[in-house]
Nanobody
């Protein structure tokens, strides 16, 4: 029912910026909570940022003040603006959709690789 496709991952120098995008299929995007997760080699997957249908947000402490999550419901697209990138931000970044009232049902993209050099 829901397909998520991430894009925007690149090799970037430390201190630089990237914007990730996640395009979602379907007509119920507006009511989904959306999130970005990431997984670095040798580490478990972690929540990076989340945005609710009412636009409330929360961030991992490690990215607070540097990353901004946003959504464009008309485009059914989720974004992650990443500034002041650090080598420790290197990871595969995954888009996640959480439909309301459907505990245990969520959707994942295949991920996009962000590599921060230096």
């Amino acid at each position: 029912q829901v397909q998520l496709v991430e894009s925007g991952g690149e090799l970037v120098q430390a201190g630089g910026s990237l914007r990730l995008s996640c395009v979602a299929s379907g007509t119920m995007f507006r009511i989904y909570a959306m999130a970005w997760y990431r997984q670095a080699p040798g580490k478990q997957r972690e929540l990076v940022a989340r945005i609710s249908s009412s636009l409330s947000t929360n961030y991992a402490d490690s990215v607070k003040g540097r990353f901004t999550i946003s959504r464009n419901n008309a485009k059914t697209t989720l974004y992650l603006q990443m500034n002041s990138l650090k080598p420790e931000d290197t990871a595969v970044y995954y888009c996640n959709a959480d439909p309301p009232f459907r505990e245990g049902l969520e959707y994942w993209g295949k991920g996009t690789l962000v590599t921060v050099s230096s």
